[in-house]
């Protein structure tokens, strides 16, 4: 029966080190000569690679998926944005309206008061007696 063995980041460096190829100075050349690698560590470096191209997917797809968030909330707030600066003032007109009501009314109520009192009924008569007077 074979079995599975899963190759997690610190194991894989372990094998590769144990793998690693001896490097050994040929007398006659002042390069290093190395030996060719093993099949064992062909698959070390299979895996490795395979490792990292799964690991750049997912930072990839965590970056896609952030900066699609990122731009959704944005254009949200740059529409936001655009409805309030292109009509600042929508209601504006209405409160005004209603501001100039309540002082009419108010202004209303305290000449109603002021007319009604006895002195300038009195004179408010007065007025009228002497224009009707010189006709």
């Known amino acids: 029966?074979?079995?599975?063995?899963?190759?997690?980041?610190?194991?894989?460096?372990?094998?590769?080190?144990?793998?690693?190829?001896?490097?050994?100075l040929s007398p006659l050349a002042a390069e290093p000569t190395c030996t060719r690698p093993t099949g064992r560590l062909k698959r070390a470096y299979r895996a490795a690679s395979a490792m990292i191209r799964r690991q750049r997917q997912r930072v990839s797809r965590r970056i896609k998926r952030i900066s699609s968030a990122i731009t959704r909330v944005y254009c949200e707030c740059e529409s936001r944005l655009r409805v309030l600066m292109t009509?600042?003032?929508?209601?504006?007109?209405?409160?005004?309206?209603?501001?100039?009501?309540?002082?009419?009314?108010?202004?209303?109520?305290?000449?109603?008061?002021?007319?009604?009192?006895?002195?300038?009924?009195?004179?408010?008569?007065?007025?009228?007696?002497r224009a009707l007077s010189v006709i």
């Open 87 to 129: 009509a600042p003032e929508s209601g504006a007109a209405t409160a005004e309206y209603a501001i100039v009501l309540i002082a009419a009314t108010a202004f209303a109520g305290v000449l109603l008061a002021v007319l009604k009192s006895g002195a300038v009924r009195t004179l408010l008569a007065d007025l009228v007696k």
């Open 1 to 24: 029966m074979m079995t599975i063995q899963t190759l997690t980041p610190s194991k894989l460096i372990s094998q590769t080190e144990a793998l690693v190829p001896t490097r050994a």
